[in-house]
């Protein structure tokens, strides 16, 4: 203030040493985790709030969303959950696949929080896991909420050092050790939400640290003693038909926009999507499938060239791949198993070629 220090909060405790600090979604309050059990919070003034010596070691610390609860880590693997005043709620449940992921340290304790992208988090969490949290064994843990029992569980076979999400939150990047021919090497391994497998990118020496950038385009990572960037191509989703070119790309409110280009007269419409998975065309509709907010439910809508709905069918299994038929629609359980065929036949010239193009965009299922 007035080109003048201040000191607060000074660590004067010589008995331990700070294992990490984290701000709130906000920036108004800061906590700080001492080794041996021992938490501050402090205000964005440098006024401290409250302090508490809890039982048990911390090695990291993280604030919901809302700051209405803090998250701590112990070195045995432990969540624990508290209120913002510091009061005991319960233990986040750790699962395990393989071997007991409970007895391996955290390496990372991430909380998606909405970032600078403005969208209604609470509407978004219901939906995604938005709670990452990475074990040094390998495993990763991926919550909609603290108290999720039924969490998603990713074995990435590395050395996790840590993690962190995108400023989407439709990514969450892994960052492990691998021993490649006795050298040490290390790999960055990106996945959705929902623990699919996106990409893995190999880079040579140890990484110690990463950095999204704030439109999760390009990607900063300390390498030994250097700074590497790296560019993020999104796969967008696109398609083309009756002199129309559609295609995707995401809203900051995780909503998709789709735009059909009518390139002869150079016109755009647009529509807005949730959950897209795949855009599909065929004679003079195209087909887009998302995935819907039920559970085990997917839509498939039949549009035209404007972006007009003409026939919306939902179905109960993911979609995996797309072929084109000329007489049915055939919807495959998996890549050998027949579940479901669909055949339509149109009443008259309009619906006809409606039927048709909805029989061409044939899809094969998990």
């Given at each position: 203030?007035?080109?003048?220090?201040?000191?607060?909060?000074?660590?004067?405790?010589?008995?331990?040493?700070?294992?990490?600090?984290?701000?709130?979604?906000?920036?108004?309050?800061?906590?700080?985790?001492?080794?041996?059990?021992?938490?501050?919070?402090?205000?964005?003034?440098?006024?401290?709030?409250?302090?508490?010596?809890?039982?048990?070691?911390?090695?990291?610390?993280?604030?919901?969303?809302?700051?209405?609860?803090?998250?701590?880590?112990?070195?045995?693997?432990?969540?624990k959950?508290?209120d913002?005043?510091?009061n005991?709620?319960?233990?986040?449940?750790?699962?395990?696949?393989?071997?007991?992921?409970?007895?391996?340290?955290?390496?990372?304790?991430?909380?998606?929080?909405?970032?600078?992208?403005?969208?209604?988090?609470?509407?978004?969490?219901?939906s995604?896991?938005?709670?990452?949290?990475a074990?040094?064994?390998?495993?990763?843990q991926?919550?909609?909420?603290?108290?999720?029992?039924?969490?998603?569980?990713?074995?990435?076979?590395?050395?996790?050092?840590?993690?962190?999400?995108?400023?989407?939150?439709?990514?969450?990047?892994?960052?492990?050790?691998?021993?490649?021919?006795?050298?040490?090497?290390?790999?960055?391994?990106f996945f959705?939400?929902?623990?699919?497998?996106?990409?893995?990118?190999?880079?040579?020496?140890?990484?110690?640290?990463?950095?999204?950038?704030?439109?999760?385009?390009?990607?900063?990572?300390?390498?030994?003693?250097?700074?590497?960037?790296?560019?993020?191509?999104?796969?967008?989703?696109?398609?083309?038909?009756?002199?129309?070119?559609?295609?995707?790309?995401?809203?900051?409110?995780?909503?998709?926009?789709?735009?059909?280009?009518?390139?002869?007269?150079?016109?755009?419409?647009?529509?807005?999507?949730?959950?897209?998975?795949?855009?599909?065309?065929?004679?003079e509709?195209?087909?887009i499938v998302?995935?819907?907010?039920?559970?085990?439910?997917?839509?498939?809508?039949?549009?035209?060239?404007?972006?007009?709905?003409?026939?919306?069918?939902?179905i109960?299994?993911?979609?995996?791949?797309?072929?084109?038929?000329?007489?049915?629609c055939?919807?495959?359980?998996?890549?050998?198993?027949?579940?479901?065929?669909?055949?339509?036949?149109?009443?008259?010239?309009?619906?006809?070629?409606?039927?048709?193009?909805?029989?061409?965009?044939?899809?094969?299922?998990?």
């Amino acid at each position: 203030h007035k080109n003048h220090w201040f000191e607060e909060m000074i660590n004067n405790r010589k008995k331990s040493v700070v294992r990490d600090m984290k701000w709130t979604s906000n920036g108004e309050k800061i906590g700080i985790a001492y080794e041996d059990g021992a938490v501050i919070v402090g205000s964005v003034e440098g006024n401290r709030l409250w302090g508490k010596e809890l039982t048990h070691q911390l090695s990291l610390i993280e604030w919901a969303p809302d700051g209405k609860t803090i998250l701590f880590a112990t070195p045995k693997g432990e969540v624990k959950v508290y209120d913002y005043m510091g009061n005991y709620l319960y233990d986040t449940p750790i699962c395990s696949t393989a071997e007991k992921t409970a007895s391996s340290p955290l390496v990372a304790l991430q909380w998606y929080d909405g970032g600078l992208n403005g969208f209604a988090f609470d509407k978004y969490q219901e939906s995604f896991p938005t709670l990452g949290i990475a074990f040094q064994n390998g495993r990763v843990q991926l919550m909609k909420h603290e108290n999720d029992d039924s969490p998603i569980l990713i074995n990435t076979n590395l050395q996790n050092i840590t993690a962190k999400w995108s400023p989407s939150g439709n990514v969450f990047a892994v960052v492990g050790l691998v021993r490649d021919g006795g050298e040490k090497q290390s790999d960055i391994t990106f996945f959705t939400p929902m623990g699919k497998h996106l990409r893995s990118l190999r880079v040579p020496g140890a990484v110690t640290s990463i950095a999204w950038e704030m439109h999760g385009q390009r990607f900063a990572i300390a390498v030994d003693a250097s700074l590497v960037f790296a560019n993020i191509q999104p796969n967008y989703q696109w398609t083309y038909f009756n002199n129309t070119l559609v295609y995707s790309y995401p809203k900051h409110d995780h909503d998709i926009s789709l735009v059909f280009w009518d390139v002869q007269i150079d016109y755009k419409y647009v529509k807005y999507v949730k959950n897209l998975l795949a855009l599909k065309s065929s004679g003079e509709y195209c087909v887009i499938v998302t995935n819907t907010e039920e559970a085990n439910c997917w839509a498939l809508v039949l549009c035209n060239s404007k972006g007009s709905p003409v026939e919306t069918k939902y179905i109960n299994f993911e979609p995996l791949f797309w072929f084109n038929g000329q007489n049915s629609c055939r919807c495959l359980q998996s890549e050998n198993s027949l579940l479901m065929a669909i055949q339509q036949e149109g009443q008259n010239s309009q619906r006809r070629r409606e039927a048709e193009s909805w029989e061409r965009a044939c899809f094969s299922y998990r």
